[in-house]
């Protein structure tokens, strides 16, 4: 995999991490709690059982990736392009400020095997999972190369990425025990979220063209674009 892309990848995704959504209310949920079973420790179990949950949708992701690549190939070409529109209707959801806020309401202390539990099915109840790893993930993959090394690659990388954006806020309730200036932030972290997931999605989409995707997509000969 190149390096552009893992990279690429990286930024885009730790932009999403760092959206709040489900996972990330689960996470803060754990932390606000004061005692020692708040606080970072108490947000580690929602930490990886959202960990664990996006490796099952990778999994699945990939295998389902698989098999569609090795039916359809135009079908998957059609995909990429659909990731691409994703991306940037997720910048623009981003800029428009559609996106969801934290939860401020603080959950009861729990320990780890319950915090790991209550994120793995949050992360696995979410509709807009399958949609994620279906659309976002096909443009980071070369059907040419070894798909499941690759998706072996990104799910690596989306440990760091996850981790950081739930550590982050996480680490905001903890130390500040409430979400005042998280939440005051976050409409310019927004804008930044939108220009840069925007930026990603016309890089691919540039990569789509310069490579067969289009015309794989529509049935030309390699070649008619130009």
């Known amino acids: ?25 689960v996470a803060v949920s754990h932390a606000l709690p004061l005692g020692p079973r708040g606080g970072m ?9 959202v960990n664990i949950g996006n490796f099952i949708w990778y999994g699945l992701t990939a295998f389902g990736l698989i098999a569609l690549i090795a039916a359809v190939p135009t079908a998957y070409s059609v995909l990429r392009w659909l990731g691409v529109a994703y991306l940037a209707w ?30 793995l099915a949050v992360h696995m109840s979410n509709p807009k999972a399958l949609l994620f790893y279906t659309a976002f993930i096909p443009p980071f993959i ?21 981790t950081t954006g739930l ?8 130390k500040a025990r409430n979400l005042g200036n998280a939440d005051q932030a976050q409409p310019l972290f927004q804008k930044i979220a939108a220009l840069v997931l925007t930026g990603a999605a016309l890089i691919l989409g540039w990569w789509n063209l310069t ?10 000969p390699t070649g008619a674009m130009g």
């Open 142 to 162: 070369d059907p040419d190369g070894n798909v499941l090394l690759q998706f072996a690659i990104l799910a690596g990388l989306t440990v760091i990425t996850e």
């Open 90 to 119: 997720m910048g623009w959801q981003m800029f428009k400020g559609g996106t969801s806020t934290l939860a401020k309401q603080p959950a009861r202390s729990a320990g780890f095997r319950k915090g790991l539990l209550n994120g």
């Open 167 to 174: 550590t982050f806020y996480s680490a905001l309730a903890s």
């Open 1 to 25: 995999m190149p390096l552009e892309t893992i990279f690429l990848f990286l930024i885009t995704d730790l932009m999403f991490c760092l959206t709040p959504g489900p996972a990330t209310m």
């Open 211 to 220: 490579d067969n995707a289009m015309q794989s997509a529509f049935n030309l």
């Open 41 to 49: 420790r108490g947000a580690l179990g929602p930490i990886v059982g």
